[in-house]
């Protein structure tokens, strides 16, 4: 997976508390994507962030769920007073350049995904 | 929104068989990506196609991206259970940030 982590790689928290997940992109990406998927379906585009700013959240719920890619250290997706829906898997993905950019380089590089359990 | 369409949605195939999965849109696309997820996994990367016509190459795999600009192609030749998973097409979705991803094609290899 290019060098994407993701931590934990499973997570299992009861209704009500908060979950974050944790995505370190490649060395030299400053492009972070969330998605999510459920079981035996496609990966559902959640947030678009560069280094300090939110470019496009339009595909997360606007209650529960926020995302930061701070200056230092890793993006962090975060899941306040989960329900049982919001079980899935949920994968970071990297990029070095904007979407659409041109020039042959649009990518992503994913991470392994952490999968959260609500119980 | 711009959508993909991926077919089949899944295939058994013998192994050694040559395997052809496609993944078309109602709307143009600038940038082809095509990804295989193993179960538990991540995507990982597999082909990516920048221009119109091209055909790309990753060892038993061949990619093309259609003329129109509305499809692309995933070939694999000699198929071997390893081959086993779900590929995915994905794209940048015009005026947006997006990436948008296909409904995958879950391939099944009989050894």
């Known amino acids: 997976n290019a060098g994407v982590m993701q931590n934990p790689r499973h997570l299992v928290r009861r209704r009500g508390q908060e979950a974050r997940l944790r995505c370190s992109p490649m060395k030299g990406h400053s492009h972070v994507y969330w998605y999510r998927q459920l079981p035996e379906e496609g990966l559902k585009f959640m947030v678009y962030?560069?280094?300090?700013?939110?470019?496009?959240e339009s595909g997360m719920p606007k209650e529960r769920f926020s995302a930061e890619f701070p200056k230092e250290g890793p993006s962090i997706l975060r899941i306040q007073q989960v329900v049982r829906g919001d079980s899935a898997a949920y994968f970071c993905?990297?990029?070095?350049?904007?979407?659409?950019?041109?020039?042959?380089?649009?990518?992503?590089?994913f991470g392994p995904g952490t999968r959260l359990t609500v119980l | 929104g711009q959508q993909l369409n991926q077919s089949p949605q899944s295939m058994f195939i013998q192994e050694g068989e040559d395997v052809s999965m496609n993944c078309t849109s109602s709307?143009?696309?600038?940038?082809w990506l095509w990804y295989k997820q193993d179960p538990g996994e991540g995507p990982v990367l597999l082909i990516a196609l920048y221009k119109a016509g091209e055909l790309t190459s990753n060892g038993r795999l061949t990619a093309q991206f259609g003329i129109t600009r509305k499809d692309s192609f995933l070939n694999i030749s000699a198929s071997i259970p390893s081959d086993v998973g779900i590929y995915f097409c994905a794209g940048p979705s015009s005026g947006t940030y997006k990436y948008i991803f296909g409904t995958g094609t879950r391939l099944k290899v009989l050894a």
């Open positions: 962030l560069q280094k300090e700013n939110i470019i496009d």
């Open positions: 709307s143009i696309f600038n940038t």
């Open positions: 993905a990297s990029s070095p350049v904007t979407p659409t950019s041109g020039g042959g380089t649009d990518t992503q590089y």
